[in-house]
């Protein structure tokens, strides 16, 4: 499990995290959203024991990161930039792996290659950007980290190699209990992939929500009553948003489908739809509930 409690960091006098509290629960994928410059490749960085946070603590399985190599060897960092030693082949550069990494698998790596396809003794640096990512996500899946930390990890990767390292990520999360953090700008890109989302906003979380909880509860509710729309309606419930098109009142409450019916169905309306949200209505009326647009912090 990863705990991070009041994690805060400044360059300068400037502080760009800013005692942040998360926790990412062991053999779940946690997506860590938020615009240009909101400071997630900081806090991942933290995570993975590359940067030292200035207060709070990280806590990896209740220790220390930093400086830690134990317990970097079971945790693997993708930057958002690829990195390799320069002139290294995939083969060398599998071989500094597999010395560090103690779980390293050669047949899964060697399995592997039927999916990224690129020749052992190819220098890496000669790759293009995507093929270059698609490396790093061989070599890291073959380490079988306990902890997986990718920063952007989607970029210029095309949809259907994209859509293969999901599964593969998926396939670790599930038969091994593998731990992943997911940083994004973009919601769409990793709302399928993952169980739990923290939207970061000039270095603190502005929203976190389990999207399990998010899915099942929130509703579009659709009405229009033949006399007078009765005004208490939803009031033992949440509404996050409400307006009135026409004769038509369209409300996003958050609550069970069934006690919804119950309240609306007393009433008699002419009208009655409760129909799903989109992850992405759901944060826009989140997001517009707590003072925010969700257009200025992803896209
Ligand atoms: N080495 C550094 N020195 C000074 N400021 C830095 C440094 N690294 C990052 N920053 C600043 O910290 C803030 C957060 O940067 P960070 O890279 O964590 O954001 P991000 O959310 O990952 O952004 P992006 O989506 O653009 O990658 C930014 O204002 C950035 O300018």
């Known amino acids: 499990m990863i705990h991070a409690q009041d994690l805060t960091k400044s360059y300068g006098k400037k502080t760009v995290v800013n005692k942040v509290n998360l926790q990412v629960n062991k053999g779940s994928i946690y997506g860590l959203l938020g615009s240009n410059g909101a400071g997630k490749t900081t806090i991942l960085k933290m995570i993975s024991g590359i940067l030292k946070e200035n207060k709070g603590t990280i806590l990896i399985d209740d220790q220390s990161i930093f400086e830690n190599t134990k317990k970097k060897q079971q945790l693997i ?120 989302i923290g939207i970061l906003h000039d270095g603190a979380f502005i929203l976190e929500k389990d999207l399990d909880d998010l899915k099942s509860d929130v509703h579009k509710v659709q009405l229009a009553f033949a006399d007078e729309f009765p005004e208490q309606l939803f009031d033992s419930f949440d509404v996050l948003h409400q307006e009135k098109r026409g004769t038509v009142h369209l409300f996003i409450v958050r609550g069970e489908k069934a006690d919804i019916d119950q309240v609306v169905n007393t009433k008699q309306p002419l009208i009655y739809d409760l129909l799903p949200l989109t992850l992405e209505e759901i944060f826009v009326y989140e997001m517009e509930g707590i003072g925010y647009a969700i257009e200025e912090i992803l896209v």
């Open 77 to 196: 960092f993708i930057p958002d930039q690829p990195y390799f030693f320069s002139h290294y082949t995939v083969k060398q550069m599998a071989e500094f792996y597999r010395d560090f990494y103690p779980n390293w698998n050669e047949a899964r790596f060697n399995q592997l290659q039927a999916i990224f396809k690129m020749d052992l003794k190819s220098k890496i640096h000669q790759f293009s950007k995507g093929m270059q990512r698609q490396v790093s996500f061989w070599l890291a899946l073959s380490a079988m980290p306990d902890y997986l930390i990718l920063d952007e990890p989607f970029d210029g990767l095309d949809v259907v190699i994209r859509k293969r390292i999901k599964g593969l990520i998926f396939n670790d999360v599930a038969e091994r209990d593998m731990t992943v953090m997911i940083s994004s700008h973009n919601l769409r890109e990793i709302e399928d992939i993952c169980d739990y």
